[in-house]
Structure formats: C-alpha cells, structure tokens
C-alpha cells in the first residue's frame, strides 16, 4: 500500500537534487568572473573516478531505507507484543495457583461415607437410565394410540371394526340381491343377528336382511323405513321399531334379539339398547327350510316369485352374523367393537358362511 508514495517522494527528492547542481555551476561561474573581461586561468580540478549515482540508485537505496525502517518497526511491534504476551501469562498463571487453593480436597472422608456417596451416584444413574426408558415407552405409547385412532378413522372412512370385505350394492334393482347359505338349519327358538350397514339412501321399506318361507315370507325382517330402523319377527304383527338410529353413507351396527319363551324383542344400534318389547311372538318356532336373503326379500308379489326393487338395498352391508341364542348385552357391544368383525356366529359367520352376491352386488375391499 505505501510503495506508490515511497516511489513518488524518491522522484521529487531526484528532481531537487538535480536543481541544486544547477545552482552550484551558476555560483562558481559568478566568483570566477574579472571586471576588465579577462578570465583568470582555471586550474584543473582534481578527477573523481568515482561515478555519479544515477536517479535509479538514489531510489533503490530510498526504498531500501524504507523498507529498513519497516523492519525495524516490525520487529519493535513484535518485542512488544510479546512482552504484553509474557505478562498475560503470569497473570493467567498466578490466578490458577490461587483457585487450585482455594479448590483443594478437603482431607479424605470416611470409608463408609465415600462408599455410600458412591452407591448413591449409582443410584441417581440407575434411575436416569429408568427415566430414559419410562419415556420411551410413552412416547411408544402415544404413538400406538395414534395408530390405532387412524385405523380406527380408516374403519369408520371404509370398512368397519376390522372387516377386510364387504358386500356392495350400486343400485336398487329387483335383481340385485345377495343369498346366504347357513351351515345349519334355521329353526330357532332364540336368535341374536348383528349387522354392519353403511346406506346410500332409504325408502319406505329398505330391506337389510330377511329369512322367509313358501308359507310366510317375513319370518324374520329387519330394514329400515326413512328414519326409522324396523325388526320383524313371525309377522308385522309382530314388530319392533326404532327411530333415528341410522344416518345414510355412515357405519352403524345393528343387533337384533329375540326368544320364544318371553317373547322379548330388542333393537341395539352401535351398542346401545334403542328398543325393546315383550311378549312378541310368545311360543312361535321360526321354521326351516326358508331363504335368507341380504339386501332384498322374498315376497311372492311378483310372477315367478321375483323381487320387488323399491325393496332392494343401496350402499354397503358386512358383518352379517347370527346365533341361535341370545348374547349377553357386553357379548352384544363387543360384536360391534373395534376389530370386532373376527367374531362370528354359529349360525351364519361373516367369512366363514358362503354368502353369494348376484345381479351387481359384488364383494369390495
């Protein structure tokens, strides 16, 4: 940074030099002068072999000289940085002795004490390392409640109570239906049917599922009529109804029970007691040899014995299960719990009883 100025002040220090020669010859030539116009007779000067140092020289040995002195005032900064560098360190040293002294051991403590300080430290380790895993395991904790809370939006969103199939039903129309095949005949004296029903929409009479014979097609009914959820059993005479407990295009479990020896019918919906009778078909016998339908009925309106579509179900049914008996109410609530669709009845179990769908329903997953 200070060369440019260093080269400029040997140029004008040259430039004055040379100035100052010219002065000399004018000075020598005056007193050397006569009055009378003679000049007196010079003598030779004596010769000086050495030569002149030129304009370069002068500047060469000007930077020389500079840079000398910044050498110089280098190395002074130096000698005092250091000094100021021997001092800090005395210091430092001197202030480390003194807390040293301050700080040191107290005289050594009692056996018994240095081993119970010691089984105390163990202890604070042991329960920091306890603490670690308590957390650990919240944290796992909350992250399979969360799970379980998506799986159970992703049941209520698609499938129900951890069923893998169900049955869908695009349409009402009189040839869309689903026809169940129990292993076992169906001559009850007691029953319990549950039901997972998600509905599109709902007529008069929407039939879910329904058992009948040549001689009596509603042996067995239950559907629904607008806001209204209906269970049948022998006959309308003999009917159970329940209002307000079905919302369209959302999940609800149904269970129906009913026995002879009372006659008492009850309606749950999502585990819940929403309707209850007694002495409804009292001593009647449900017999066999009927059709169990899903979705539809079998009226005998029609020639040929055919179906009647404002009768028919549109949406989406599983979970259709029935026992030859009445289940308990917490046997009843657990039938509609989460991953719930892995109980089956021994009459009809969902997945295990062949249930065949015709004319557009088909099985979704």
């Not at 005395?90 to 301050?102: K, N």
């Not at 046997?331 to 009809?348: F, L, Y």
Request: aromatic share 8%.
């Amino acid at each position: 940074m200070h060369l440019p100025a260093i080269l400029f002040c040997a140029l004008c220090s040259a430039a004055l030099a040379e100035n100052s020669d010219d002065y000399e010859l004018m000075y020598v030539n005056m007193e050397n002068e006569i009055f009378n116009g003679l000049h007196a007779t010079e003598e030779p000067a004596p010769c000086d072999c050495r030569r002149e140092p030129s304009e370069w020289d002068k500047l060469f040995v000007m930077l020389e000289n500079s840079q000398m002195r910044e050498g110089m005032l280098l190395e002074a900064t130096d000698d005092i940085l250091r000094g100021e560098l021997r001092r800090l360190r005395a210091e430092l040293g001197r202030l480390s002795g003194g807390l040293a002294r301050q700080c040191a051991p107290a005289a050594p403590a009692e056996p018994g004490v240095a081993r119970a300080l010691d089984e105390l430290l163990q202890a604070s380790r042991d329960a920091s390392r306890r603490l670690a895993r308590l957390e650990d395991a919240g944290a796992l904790r909350e992250a399979r409640a969360a799970w379980r809370a998506v799986q159970g939006w992703a049941a209520r969103r698609w499938l129900p109570a951890g069923c893998e199939t169900a049955i869908l039903f695009p349409m009402r129309s009189k040839k869309i239906f689903g026809s169940v095949h129990p292993v076992t005949p169906m001559k009850l004296e007691s029953f319990t049917a549950c039901i997972w029903v998600k509905a599109t929409d709902v007529l008069n009479k929407t039939v879910l599922f329904s058992y009948g014979t040549k001689k009596n097609p509603y042996e067995i009914q239950l559907y629904l009529s607008y806001q209204s959820t209906v269970f049948v059993v022998g006959g309308e005479q003999n009917k159970l109804v329940a209002n307000t407990v079905i919302s369209l295009g959302k999940w609800t479990h149904l269970c129906t029970t009913w026995n002879s020896e009372k006659g008492r019918m009850a309606l749950w919906a999502d585990g819940e007691l929403v309707a209850s009778a007694v002495e409804m078909a009292t001593g009647y016998v449900v017999p066999e040899g009927g059709i169990l339908q899903i979705g539809q009925e079998k009226n005998g309106c029609c020639v040929g014995g055919g179906f009647d579509e404002t009768l028919a179900f549109s949406g989406r049914l599983t979970g259709f299960n029935i026992w030859d008996h009445v289940l308990s109410k917490e046997a009843v609530r657990e039938t509609g719990g989460e991953e719930s669709c892995h109980i089956r009845g021994n009459v009809v179990g969902w997945g295990v009883t062949e249930i065949q769908p015709h004319g557009g329903a088909q099985y979704v997953s």
